[in-house]
């Protein structure tokens, strides 16, 4: 008989914890799960599911702009915020559901509430204060929403709020130029909403390629949204009508909301890491090798609380790796190159490996761009002036394809596909001599050119 009360205890039931979690039980091991939140993580509860769902309802109002071009007649049109709201939540507790029974049905336990390290084999359960054992310990807990230090930061809400809000503002301003800020930017404009999205550097999407964040930014603007670059904010004033948000620079503007949208970390805090002697990095993530192992023999990490690549999809990737090193006996390090993602702004971006600078600074001369701009058959007759934009990176004699950047309608479902190319080392030669889909957006990736030096 084992010593410990469970083979493996997960801290966190989001996407990787529990597929580690469901995977060891359907070995046979005995298994618990504890979970502080609604079991499903940031993406089932406050990330990438409501978010799309509500960019789907930003959508709408554009489309149904467009639809008149298209012969339809529109009267009578408005937009019930709570009605979305509600709806969105009432799915959100549905797959929260699905993830509790996943888990219970294949013989793990779920904890539904915090557990915090006593020792390398020991948690405790932040409400009962009952202490459990565990041979391997598993840390899956996340990240979440981190605002700057400023005088008056209470009074700015994070991404979490914005799902619940008991209603629209007029007015928005939006702190940050990533991801999150510039889809909720979207949203929000999308929803009728005046917004401004101030942000401290020259242009959105830092680490995306160059030319992807000069179309992101214009493609803002075309939104309605006011862009601001070189901003930090100082302070948010509460004021009788709303807020006044102070920057560096003197610049002082007026809004009904402040959305801070700065950034994410590691949600490791009092979490006791240090009772049990892991080793953390200086904004808090779990340091692991490649097999997801802390410095602490039994103990591993997966997910965005190793700060990696934060992305679900990865975090049940390592999910299995650490399965499959633990339990199968054939150690797996999760590949972290060549990850397809998107940033759901309007037009979406899909992106799979190097953008153009990094592959120049790996491959110097060696490296060839192709490129195309062309506005999609569908805005064409709806008058819009949103615009396709492709690039393709290939580098060597072979002109293997390193690199996919596409922003347009459909792009995320399309650099799906494209990210099994480039994992596969194909070259621009396989696209060449693929056949291309006719009238489509994609077809235009097989049909490419070097662009001009």
């Not at 702009?65 to 408005?78: H, P």
């Not at 020792?119 to 359960?125: K, M, Q, S």
């Not at 629209?168 to 991801?179: K, V």
């Amino acid at each position: 008989m084992s010593k410990y009360d469970y083979d493996l205890f997960v801290i966190g039931a989001g996407s990787g914890g529990v597929r580690a979690g469901r995977l060891a039980a359907q070995l046979g091991k005995k298994v618990a799960v504890a979970e502080e939140s609604k079991p499903g993580g940031t993406c089932v509860i406050r990330g990438c599911v409501p978010k799309k769902y509500l960019v789907y309802g930003a959508e709408f109002g554009g489309a149904i702009k467009s639809a008149q071009k298209y012969g339809w007649s529109i009267s009578d049109v408005s937009f019930d915020w709570s009605a979305l709201r509600d709806s969105i939540q009432t799915e959100v507790n549905r797959l929260s559901g699905i993830y509790s029974n996943i888990l219970e049905k294949n013989g793990a336990t779920l904890f539904n509430e915090r557990a915090e390290f006593v020792d390398a084999h020991t948690v405790r359960l932040q409400n009962s204060g009952k202490e459990v054992t565990a041979k391997t310990i598993l840390v899956a807990v996340g990240g979440r929403p981190w605002m700057p230090e400023i005088k008056g930061a209470e009074h700015a809400i994070m991404s979490d709020d914005a799902f619940l809000l008991d209603k629209l503002p007029e007015s928005i301003l939006i702190i940050g130029g990533g991801y999150i800020a510039s889809e909720f930017a979207g949203i929000f404009a999308g929803m009728g909403v005046k917004t401004v999205q101030a942000y401290r550097g020259d242009r959105l999407l830092k680490g995306f390629d160059a030319d992807v964040r000069e179309i992101a930014g214009k493609h803002q603007n075309m939104l309605g949204v006011d862009t601001r670059f070189n901003l930090s904010p100082t302070e948010i004033k509460k004021t009788s009508g709303g807020y006044i948000v102070s920057f560096d620079d003197g610049t002082k503007i007026g809004t009904d909301l402040v959305f801070m949208a700065t950034g994410r970390r590691p949600h490791t805090a009092s979490l006791g890491l240090e009772n049990a002697g892991v080793a953390t990095d200086k904004n808090g993530a779990v340091i692991v090798d490649e097999f997801s192992r802390s410095n602490v023999k039994n103990i591993y990490a997966v997910g965005d609380v190793t700060d990696r690549v934060n992305l679900t999809p990865v975090a049940i990737r390592e999910g299995v790796a650490f399965i499959d090193t633990v339990y199968n006996d054939t150690p797996n390090a999760y590949d972290h190159t060549n990850i397809a993602s998107a940033v759901f702004t309007q037009p979406p971006i899909g992106v799979v490996g190097m953008n153009e600078a990094e592959a120049r600074a790996a491959y110097g001369d060696k490296i060839e761009v192709y490129t195309t701009s062309f506005r999609p058959m569908k805005n064409a007759l709806a008058e819009k002036e949103q615009r396709c934009f492709m690039k393709l990176i290939t580098e060597g004699r072979k002109q293997r394809v390193i690199g996919i950047h596409i922003v347009g309608d459909d792009s995320p479902e399309i650099i799906q596909a494209l990210g099994i190319c480039v994992k596969a080392g194909l070259t621009k030669a396989d696209f060449d001599q693929t056949c291309a889909v006719h009238p489509t957006l994609a077809e235009e990736i097989v049909t490419l050119k070097a662009r001009a030096s």
